[in-house]
């Protein structure tokens, strides 16, 4: 079983939304769980029909915190990529994506970056069950 998770990236010019990290300095954009999961289903309803009909045996969750020992990872994808399924693949447990509310709702100011932030973790976890590895999807803008 593979575990793959997205990060903050550091601050750069071409990505001003993005942040290493942001202290909780009591100005932590408020969003409730529900508006939050509904910003995910949206992301989820983006991708394009031809992919989300090849994804297998998956599950998205929303929890609020990751980890204790990764307070900022924003997502995190658990399980075989396609890629790595064989004849041996059945009767296993689904795959799980985990979207993480508080890290994202800590490093952006907006709603509009907490969008844009969210649809980027879910398109990255969801490469993942594709079997894409975080090189690639840095590559491609989606680290």
Do not use: K, Q
Request: with cysteine; aromatic share 6%.
């Amino acid at each position: 079983m593979r575990r793959a998770g997205r990060r903050p990236l550091a601050p750069s010019p071409g990505r001003p939304t993005a942040r290493a990290s942001v202290p909780d300095n009591g100005l932590v954009l408020e969003m409730t769980r529900e508006e939050f999961e509904e910003l995910v289903a949206e992301a989820l309803d983006r991708i394009p029909p031809e992919l989300t009909r090849l994804m297998d045996n998956v599950a998205v969750f929303v929890e609020d915190e990751p980890p204790a020992d990764d307070p900022e990872l924003l997502g995190l994808y658990e399980g075989t990529p396609l890629t790595d399924r064989g004849e041996w693949y059945a009767g296993v447990l689904p795959d799980r994506i985990t979207i993480y509310r508080g890290p994202t709702l800590r490093m952006c100011g907006t709603r509009e970056e907490v969008v844009a932030e969210t649809e980027v973790t879910v398109v990255h976890e969801i490469a993942h069950h594709f079997g894409i590895d975080d090189a690639r999807l840095h590559a491609l803008g989606y680290g």
